[in-house]
């Protein structure tokens, strides 16, 4: 798995179409990626076998099943649920893109495909992957610090008093990595309803507000995903305000590093 920012990343890539294959192949090859090609979900099984890459490009329409079948698998699996995993599929109605999200999926990307589009949305995915705090007994993203067994959140050392439905969507965010999560995946997570209920997700919407609000300029680090839901993205922080006496990033925004 990867180590630093430098390493190379092993990407996997699950998928029938020769063509597709070559244009991934010669796209991450490129740009420096270990590439393993599976043609079918028994090929993709036996390479995991082996070795655990830092990415899956993963297809749903294969020879010998739909591809959410593996998905589901890698996160059921305590060795392979942190491996992300994108999507590229030629089913890109709203409906597949968020059958594919619930499923654990870390993105969706439909066919036909830009390859400078898929290189830049893997990178995303496996800086956010890479971004994720390791140690549950403190989360610390940005200047963000959690104390899950307080409950207590902190920005820049001060504290939020966030409701209990707050603290528990924000931890949802931060736990699943900027994996996108529908409303409904939401409602289980803060208010641990049941699948089966009909609910109405209008309090998932007001909830993420709240904690926007009290986030401040962090809240826009949610992100609304149009028709699907919201994630997390740490991308999105501003640039800490400069401590005094440090000239070089307080002045001109424009030198700013985002
Ligand atoms: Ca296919």
């Not at 496996?126 to 705090?133: D, E, F, G, V, Y």
């Not at 140690?135 to 104390?147: E, K, N, T, V």
């Not at 949802?172 to 990595?177: K, S």
């Amino acid at each position: 798995m990867l180590g630093t920012r430098n390493e190379r990343a092993s990407v996997l890539v699950v998928e029938d179409d020769a063509s597709v294959v070559s244009t991934l192949r010669s796209v991450l090859a490129e740009d420096r990626y270990g590439v393993r090609v599976a043609g079918s979900l028994f090929q993709a099984r036996g390479l995991l076998a082996k070795a655990l890459p830092d990415l899956v490009i993963l297809d749903r329409g294969l020879p010998d099943g739909d591809g959410l079948e593996l998905c589901r698998s890698l996160r059921a699996d305590p060795r392979t649920q942190r491996i992300p995993i994108l999507f590229l599929s030629a089913r890109k109605e709203v409906a597949d893109r968020v059958v594919g999200l619930e499923e654990g999926a870390d993105d969706y990307l439909a066919k036909p495909f830009s390859p400078a589009e898929l290189l830049a949305r893997a990178k995303a995915v496996l800086r956010r992957t890479m971004n994720k705090p390791q140690d549950p007994g403190l989360l610390s993203i940005g200047p963000l610090r959690i104390a899950p067994e307080a409950h207590q959140v902190f920005l820049f050392d001060r504290e939020l008093l966030l409701r209990p439905k707050e603290y528990n969507l924000l931890m949802a965010f931060l736990e699943t990595r900027g994996r996108v999560l529908s409303r409904r995946a939401l409602l289980q997570a803060a208010w641990g309803l049941d699948k089966e209920l009909e609910l109405d997700t209008n309090v998932v919407d007001v909830t993420v507000g709240s904690l926007r609000r009290k986030l401040g300029a962090y809240g826009r680090c949610i992100v609304s995903v149009h028709s699907v839901g919201f994630r997390f993205d740490p991308e999105r922080l501003p640039v800490p305000p400069a401590p005094p006496g440090s000239a070089e990033l307080g002045t001109d925004p424009k030198k700013r590093r985002r």
